[in-house]
């Protein structure tokens, strides 16, 4: 009962969030309500989901699973938070295949093209004004890093976990050992 339970929760939560951070709040809204972690947990799973590789939300659907149920739990919810986007998905794709030769489909393709390019150019500003600005000073270690790793990227060809590791490194040792201003 408790894997049927795990699964409706995660669906829901799919369903009623857009991913990321949106869904801290209806994860923490169910696992609290139904007793399967505490408050303190809820924050431990969203700090560890955070830092390890892939979606929060899955993250915490694998954390929160394991707490409640073992293994079995952690499948279950994982299923359930994948369900929505796995179907909307696959609707998507059916929609796309029969349209994709109409006119309509065309313009609508020649309108997001733009909007995705604006969005991926947004989120670069972003990044590079945290990344790079400390306070009202740039940042000029973290600019040297990082005008190193573009070349790494793309001049060198060398592979991004390789480019992170080296990131990491970097950082560790002019900002932590040597105590250069972050």
């Known amino acids: 009962m408790i894997l049927l339970k795990l699964f409706w929760s995660f669906l829901l939560i799919g369903f009623g969030s857009f991913g990321g951070l949106s869904m801290i709040p209806q994860i ?7 007793g ?3 408050a303190e947990q ?5 700090a560890i989901a955070e830092m390890t590789p892939g979606p929060l939300g899955l993250n915490c659907a694998s954390f929160a699973g394991m707490q409640a149920a073992g293994i079995p739990g952690a499948i279950a919810a994982n299923l359930g938070v994948l369900t929505p986007s796995i179907t909307l998905c696959a609707i998507a794709a059916v929609f796309f295949h029969k349209f994709r030769s109409s006119r309509v489909m065309q313009w609508i393709l020649v309108g997001v093209r733009p909007i995705c390019l604006g969005m991926v150019v947004g989120v670069l500003i972003s990044l590079s004004v945290s990344n790079y600005w400390s306070g009202s000073a740039l940042n000029l270690t973290g600019l040297v890093i990082g005008a190193i790793d573009l070349y790494l990227l793309m001049k060198r060809k060398v592979g991004i976990p390789t480019v992170l590791v080296f990131s990491a490194a970097a950082g560790l040792v002019l900002f ?3 105590g250069l201003p972050a």
């Open 42 to 46: 809820v924050t431990d799973i969203v």
């Open 28 to 34: 923490s809204n169910e696992v609290l309500s139904n």
């Open 36 to 38: 399967w972690m505490t």
């Open 176 to 178: 932590g050992l040597l």
